[in-house]
């Protein structure tokens, strides 16, 4: 007996969306971005500090984690440093190619064929222009 398991975890973040007032939700979204361990079962490091190489693996789960952040109405003036640092990592043609290793049967590939670059870059480009407009609406 005596077990407590930590809330800030995917199953106890896909509920709560929709179930709490603002004032909670504002105070429950700063939590789970501040938490040092991040969310478990998605990303194991504090959202607030974003990943120090967007072409990794790491990256994609961290978008993971925001996107799940994304159902929040609150996000949108919370996670307003998230689309800083995606605007940030555009490339030259203003899109977006997170590497081939972020390859991991969940979240990538979108596309049946990833050996081009072009296939990688629309299926990132795709995921990502999708978590912003969910942040920005």
């Known amino acids: 007996g005596g077990r407590l398991i930590d809330f800030v975890q995917f199953y106890v973040i896909s509920l709560m969306s929709g179930c709490l007032d603002p004032k909670t939700e504002s105070a429950f979204l700063d939590h789970v971005i501040d938490h040092e361990s991040g969310i478990y079962y998605t990303y194991d490091s504090k959202l607030k500090l974003l990943p120090p190489v967007f072409e990794s693996k790491q990256a994609s789960h961290y978008l993971a984690a925001i996107e799940l952040l994304s159902a929040f109405p609150q996000a949108k003036y919370k996670l307003r440093f998230v689309l800083d640092w995606l605007d940030k990592n555009k490339n030259a043609n203003g899109r977006w190619d997170m590497g081939g290793s972020v390859s991991d049967k969940v979240y990538f590939p979108l596309s049946d064929y990833w050996?081009?670059?072009?296939?990688?870059?629309?299926?990132?480009?795709e995921r990502i222009s999708n978590l912003i407009a969910a942040i920005s609406n």
């Open 115 to 125: 050996r081009k670059r072009e296939m990688r870059e629309a299926d990132c480009t």
